[in-house]
């Protein structure tokens, strides 16, 4: 079982920038992906971003060239830096772990950002 708690949320101007992380904790040896998602009010939750335990990464394509997703080296750690950021990049964001096909979700970080 991996556990996953994210940080970094918070209130932003449009053209900002922040990093979300997200620590992970339990049975991370056997994590084969990890991810960010987002949910808006009233839409469906998608996916932002994904990196695998080799390191290849995928992109939404709206968020391609400005948010990027990374692991710590000792894999314990995800982040997302999210620069030039809009106010359609408003939701929730939830980091994701793939493991044996089974998911494991984070409680969600808020990100608001204002126009």
């Known amino acids: 079982q991996v556990l996953l708690v994210e940080s970094g949320g918070g209130l932003v101007q449009a053209g900002g920038s922040l990093r979300l992380s997200c620590a992970a904790s339990?049975?991370?040896?056997?994590?084969?992906?990890m991810g960010w998602y987002r949910q808006a009010p009233g839409k469906q939750r998608e996916l932002v971003a994904a990196i695998t335990s080799g390191g290849t990464t995928h992109y939404a394509d709206s968020v391609k060239g400005r948010f990027t997703i990374s692991l710590s080296n000792a894999k314990n750690t995800l982040y997302l830096q999210m620069n030039s950021l809009k106010p359609e990049d408003t939701a929730v964001y939830y980091c994701?772990?793939?493991?044996?096909?089974?998911?494991?979700w984070g409680q969600g970080t808020q990100v608001t950002v204002s126009s």
């Open positions: 339990g049975s991370i040896f056997s994590i084969s992906a």
């Open positions: 994701n772990s793939q493991q044996m096909g089974l998911d494991y």
